[in-house]
């Protein structure tokens, strides 16, 4: 934040007149705003990196979490501003700047307003400039620790008291895995602590608490407790079908799976999978992968599934010569032999888009390799289909330099325009939207992407619509804050009803199936002993598995921190939700028959466990109470 302090001073400017209090460069965070006088609060932005290749959203929210400003920012849209009006109020607003961001933004505020920032943990969410300054304070009896991680720029951390001066001080070391970091415990006390945080160094900035509130200040004085009201999400259901919801799946290895994974497997239901085959591998072991594709179809019943081609190691750049055209007929040989059953889609290599140094270079495999899949009318038979190339990201550009030549909706485009016979679906893969409250984009991405491919008579897609990897961070960029605790659990709730509300896509992918070095991103994970353990995330998808219907229905929703899907099979009718704050939300369901008979309505909270819940049924509405962090599922029998 090279204006984190205070630019003007407190109190008042030689003109007389109180300073505006500013903040800047956030790259990742919320701050809290509550004002006790009507007063606005202004967002510029400049860019920071790729800011031309990257669409991007800042939300305010008010003290019920209901949305006041969504500020939809385009890709050329790289310098720019905001206003927004703050009224007077106990509760706090909600300003938030989603992380990973491509800007750069500054805030500026009436320096009477309490304003309170929360950063994101692990990843960086600021830069700073040497010596910049903040407050925290932390209530009696809380065992506080204070972290930080080094991401190039500001090294070192020093607190101290500021009642009796004790300092500490927190050395910040560049470290072999992105997730580690460094920590010190504070002092527990019996009294409330304020200590002054100064960040050494200039640049990129991760610093965070833990064991008390993560809000830091400009001044001790606005060091005050948050408050959040309850939130209010009016429904409404109607009966028509939309479509069809995703078959959701995960990443899967092309090696026989242990048997202590079956039973992880078996939770998760997997109803699609995504898949890497190497083609330097099969090209010289030809039927190396045959069982274990075999397996997953026969004992785990994935009928529907992706395949990559790649090199070892997931070597993305593949070439149109010997070896990859012998990895392709291999495949092609090993699919024939799953006796037609299920649809297995291709991709000729993995992300293209960040991986070859243009379209045009990656254009030659791609014709060569769709030529040689459509040689065979056996292959279509089997139900090989080709899928564009999966994509790093689709509306926005890959990281890397000169993305925004590189967007996949834009090659996907060109790819339609060029070679429209030659496609059967669409895929890409959703990185580095780690915001809660931005994972509607995964809405608009499936919107867009159905747009690209046009609509038929019955308002679905041409060409099938696979989302085929996703998760909050790419590669081994991983907080442990987001892949082992319950945020996870929200996150993918989230994505799977945003991604599937408007019955569009066909698959949705988590990657990936189990932790793997130095991938920590599964929904298992593998214990000392060789047991495999479900985690958040894991056991928030065998909730989800187990209320997941076919069809989607339309159903309005105002809120904007709760998400919900509606759903329908047959008779049955589902309603899944998350509520992603901690705030206590009051649902109303309209449109309803009462009573609901049988129905029944559970949580899945932050103790990762499903429970029964109470609700009421009367005159067409359904009422309940949904804590904080929670997700649910409400059904009931429509006949």
Same mark, same amino acid.
Do not use: C
């Given at each position: 934040m090279k204006r984190l302090a205070l630019l003007l001073g407190l109190g008042m400017s030689l003109n007389g007149f109180a300073a505006p209090m500013q903040w800047g460069d956030i790259r990742d965070g919320s701050l809290y705003l509550q004002a006790d006088r009507p007063d606005t609060v202004t967002v510029s932005w400049v860019p920071a990196w790729q800011a031309e290749a990257n669409e991007e959203h800042i939300y305010l929210l008010d003290g019920h979490g209901r949305l006041q400003g969504d500020r939809f920012i385009k890709a050329?849209?790289? %310098?720019?501003?905001?206003?927004?009006? /703050?009224?007077?109020?106990?509760?706090?607003?909600?300003?938030?700047?989603? $992380?990973?961001?491509?800007?750069?933004? @500054?805030i500026e505020h009436d320096d009477q307003t309490v304003a309170l920032f929360s950063p994101a943990k692990v990843h960086f969410s600021v830069e700073t400039r040497n010596g910049d300054e903040l407050f925290f304070r932390v209530a009696p009896g809380e065992r506080a620790v204070l972290n930080g991680k080094y991401h190039g720029g500001v090294n070192a951390l020093q607190a101290q008291r500021v009642d009796d001066g004790q300092q500490l001080s927190l050395a910040l070391t560049r470290h072999p895995a992105y997730w580690q970091f460094d920590q010190v415990a504070l002092p527990v006390s019996d009294q409330a602590q304020v200590w002054r945080l100064r960040l050494q160094g200039s640049g990129k900035a991760a610093f965070w608490l833990d064991g008390t509130a993560n809000l830091f200040a400009q001044n001790p004085q606005q060091l005050q407790p948050l408050r959040e009201d309850p939130g209010q999400v009016r429904l409404t259901l109607h009966d028509k079908i939309l479509g069809r919801t995703p078959d959701l799946g995960i990443a899967l290895p092309n090696l026989m799976p242990p048997a202590a994974s079956h039973a992880a497997l078996d939770a998760l239901k997997p109803a699609a999978a995504s898949y890497y085959s190497y083609v330097d591998v099969v090209s010289k072991k030809a039927g190396f992968e045959d069982p274990v594709r075999q397996l997953y179809q026969s004992r785990f019943g994935i009928r529907q599934?992706?395949?990559?081609?790649?090199?070892? $190691? %997931?070597?993305?750049? /593949?070439?149109?010569?010997?070896?990859?055209?012998?990895? /392709?007929?291999?495949?092609?040989?090993?699919? #024939?032999?799953?006796?037609? @059953?299920?649809?297995?889609?291709?991709?000729?290599?993995?992300?293209?888009?960040?991986?070859?140094?243009?379209?045009?270079?990656?254009?030659?495999?791609?014709?060569?390799?769709?030529?040689?899949?459509?040689?065979?009318?056996?292959?279509?038979?089997?139900?090989?289909?080709?899928?564009?190339?999966?994509?790093? %990201?689709?509306?926005?550009?890959?990281?890397?330099?000169? *993305? *925004?030549?590189?967007?996949?909706?834009?090659?996907?485009? #060109?790819?339609?325009?060029?070679?429209?016979?030659?496609?059967?679906?669409?895929?890409?893969?959703?990185?580095?939207?780690?915001?809660l409250l931005a994972t509607r984009v995964y809405r608009d991405s499936v919107r867009r992407a159905a747009e690209l491919v046009g609509l038929d008579a019955n308002g679905q897609p041409r060409k099938a619509l696979l989302l085929d990897q996703t998760n909050l961070s790419s590669g081994s960029s991983l907080s442990p804050y987001d892949q082992e605790t319950h945020y996870a659990a929200l996150w993918w709730a989230s994505v799977v009803i945003n991604a599937s509300q408007d019955g569009l896509l066909t698959m949705l992918n988590w990657f990936q199936a189990a932790d793997e070095p130095p991938y920590a991103k599964g929904m298992a994970r593998v214990s000392g002993d060789g047991r495999f353990e479900l985690k958040p995330v894991g056991l928030a998808q065998q909730f989800i598995a187990r209320h997941w219907l076919p069809q989607v229905l339309q159903l309005d929703n105002d809120a904007f921190e709760v998400d919900v899907l509606a759903m329908a099979g047959d008779e049955q009718r589902t309603l899944l939700g998350v509520n992603k704050s901690t705030r206590l939300q009051r649902v109303d369901l309209s449109s309803v028959r009462c009573p609901l008979d049988p129905a029944a309505l559970s949580f899945f909270g932050v103790d990762n466990r499903a429970r029964d819940a109470p609700f009421a049924c009367k005159n067409g509405r359904v009422r309940f109470e949904l804590p904080g962090q929670t997700l649910f599922a409400l059904n009931w029998n429509a006949s």
């Open positions: 050329s849209e790289v %310098r720019g501003s905001q206003r927004w009006p /703050l009224v007077p109020g106990a509760a706090s607003y909600r300003l938030e700047i989603p $992380g990973y961001s491509f800007r750069s933004y @500054r599934d992706i395949t990559l081609l790649a090199g070892t $190691g %997931r070597q993305a750049n /593949l070439r149109a010569d010997g070896q990859s055209s012998n990895g /392709l007929d291999a495949w092609l040989a090993a699919t #024939r032999a799953l006796d037609g @059953r299920g649809t297995h889609y291709i991709g000729f290599a993995d992300e293209p888009n960040l991986n070859y140094s243009s379209y045009e270079d990656y254009r030659a495999i791609f014709v060569s390799m769709a030529r040689q899949v459509r040689s065979d009318p056996a292959n279509a038979k089997a139900g090989v289909r080709i899928a564009m190339p999966a994509t790093s %990201r689709l509306v926005n550009g890959p990281f890397t330099r000169n *993305a *925004a030549s590189k967007r996949g909706i834009d090659w996907a485009r #060109r790819m339609l325009s060029e070679s429209a016979d030659q496609v059967d679906a669409l895929a890409w893969h959703e990185w580095m939207i780690r915001d």
